[in-house]
Antibody, heavy 118, light 108 residues
Framework: QVQLQESGPGLVKPSETLSLTCTVS????????WSWIRQPPGKGLEWIGY???????NYNPSLESRVTMSIDTSKNQFSLRLTSVTAADTAMYYC????????????WGQGTMVTVSS | ERVMTQSPATLSVSPGERATLSCRAS??????LAWYQQKPGQAPRLLIY???TRATGVPARFSGSGSGTEFTLTISSLQSEDFAVYYC??????????FGGGTKVEIK
């Protein structure tokens, strides 16, 4: 059973860069398209983008100018960088695996809360 | 972008009763629609994909229906563990993948 674990700072200052890493364990990093999804406190879910093990990416157009995703297959990890953060970026950040149309987001990490504040 | 609208925002149901949740897409998404359940403090869990196919391990009391722009998630007899927030999500036209705003199912 593939498991995901997010890691990274819980507090980021405004205008700085948010950086998170997701570690894939008990499975192959080539098995899914790996996404980041966020959820502001008390609100709904927003897809940020995905990366495949080949390095190909696809981002939400609303965030594309600030988002970069990368993958390290040797470490079974993928990462998110979000630049120029504001308070609106405060959210629970989840990494999740997309297994295709028959396994949409069937794997989720537990999430990590990131607060943007000075 | 496909905008997904869920209704109602909150549904109050007694244990053992049926719950019917709706999801509407701004344009057709075919059958490329998933439903997720999220309990407090937890990540979402996949319930339904392809509009009507239950994911592995999902109890039979959960059923999905619909196609095009109108979708329904039905919980036939609510159990205590079913009180949660439910999200629909389309994967027909993307980026971006989009979610509905959620329906909270609470105890009446």
């Amino acid at each position: 059973q593939v498991q995901l674990q997010e890691s990274g700072p819980g507090l980021v200052k405004p205008s700085e860069t948010l950086s998170l890493t997701c570690t894939v364990s008990s499975g192959s990093i080539s098995s899914h398209y790996w996404s980041w999804i966020r959820q502001p406190p008390g609100k709904g879910l927003e897809w940020i983008g995905y990366i495949y093990y080949s390095g190909s990416t696809n981002y939400n157009p609303s965030l594309e100018s600030r988002v970069t995703m990368s993958i390290d297959t040797s470490k079974n990890q993928f990462s998110l960088r979000l630049t120029s953060v504001t308070a609106a970026d405060t959210a629970m950040y989840y990494c999740a695996g997309w297994g295709g149309s028959t396994r949409p987001f069937d794997i989720w990490g537990q999430g990590t809360m990131v607060t943007v504040s000075s | 972008e496909r905008v997904m609208t869920q209704s109602p925002a909150t549904l109050s149901v007694s244990p053992g009763e049926r719950a019917t949740l709706s999801c509407r897409a701004s344009q057709s998404v075919g059958s490329d629609l998933a439903w997720y359940q999220q309990k407090p403090g937890q990540a979402p869990r996949l319930l339904i994909y392809g509009a009507s196919t239950r994911a592995t391990g999902v109890p039979a009391r959960f059923s999905g229906s619909g196609s095009g722009t109108e979708f329904t998630l039905t919980i036939s007899s609510l159990q205590s563990e079913d009180f949660a927030v439910y999200y629909c999500q389309q994967y027909n036209n993307w980026p971006p993948l989009t979610f509905g705003g959620g329906t909270k199912v609470e105890i009446k």
